[in-house]
């Protein structure tokens, strides 16, 4: 079953500009990550925040967590035509057996 | 450090058949996964192993579907008998003992049934 569904499934945007992908996710978690799939590859961790965080940042990417609206957000700022890929987010669901549960991706492409 | 390894990257084969794929994680990791990922969706947890030792296998399709973690190294994924909608993308991703909190995934292989 998923418990996490990003919003929205595809976004289209110029390079330079920012990009911004929702998640939402149905239980109380330990934590929630983002991952990154490039077309025919396995997935890259990018980056996690605990259930006790509200804001993480990395880079060029800043994640928020809200878990009153059990909901996340990933911001990749300056987006450049290699941040062309899928993005997931995954949460390890509290009592889970650090079982990841992935959602349905947000498909990304950034136009030169 | 090396990543993941899996082989073989690509396999076709017609459906009833049976197939195998392989895993190895990267040395020290204790916990290894496999996903099963269709096409236009996220990946799926089909088993979790700790060590050689299962703690999830509550998705994979246990009447064609077998894994095994011999010596709590390297795994095999096996279908047998397959069936078309079995095409997909395989998965395996481990992590460090001490919980999952970040999984390193293979390359994947991609299976077609036919």
């Known amino acids: 079953s998923q418990q996490g569904e990003e919003d929205p499934q595809a976004l289209s945007i110029q390079e330079g500009e920012n990009a911004t992908m929702n998640c939402s996710y149905k239980t109380s978690i330990n934590n929630l990550q983002w991952y990154r799939q490039n077309s025919g590859r396995g997935l890259v961790h990018l980056i996690l925040?605990?259930?006790?965080?509200r804001e993480k940042h990395s880079g060029r990417l800043r994640v928020t967590l809200d878990t009153s609206k059990k909901s996340s957000s990933l911001l990749i700022t300056a987006s450049r035509a290699a941040d062309t890929a899928s993005y997931f987010c995954?949460?390890?669901?509290?009592?889970?057996?650090?079982?990841?549960?992935f959602g349905s991706g947000t498909r990304l492409l950034v136009r030169p | 450090e090396a990543g993941v390894a899996q082989s073989p990257r690509y396999k076709i084969i017609e459906k009833r058949q049976s197939v195998a794929f392989w895993c190895n994680p990267i040395?020290?990791?204790?916990?290894l996964y496999w996903y099963q990922q269709i096409l236009g969706q996220g990946p799926k947890l089909l088993i979790q192993?700790?060590?050689?030792?299962?703690?999830?296998d509550s998705q994979l399709p246990k009447d064609r579907f077998s894994a095994e973690r011999l010596k709590g190294v390297d795994s095999t994924l096996k279908i047998q008998p397959a069936k078309l909608e079995d095409s997909a993308v395989y998965l395996c991703?481990?992590?460090?003992?001490?919980?999952?909190?970040?999984?390193?995934f293979g390359p994947g292989t991609r299976l077609l049934v036919l």
């Open positions: 995954a949460t390890d669901a509290k009592g889970s057996s650090y079982k990841l549960i």
């Open positions: 192993f700790q060590n050689n030792g299962v703690v999830d």
């Open positions: 991703a481990s992590s460090s003992i001490g919980g999952a909190e970040t999984q390193y």
């Open positions: 040395s020290g990791h204790a916990t």
């Open positions: 925040i605990r259930s006790n965080e």
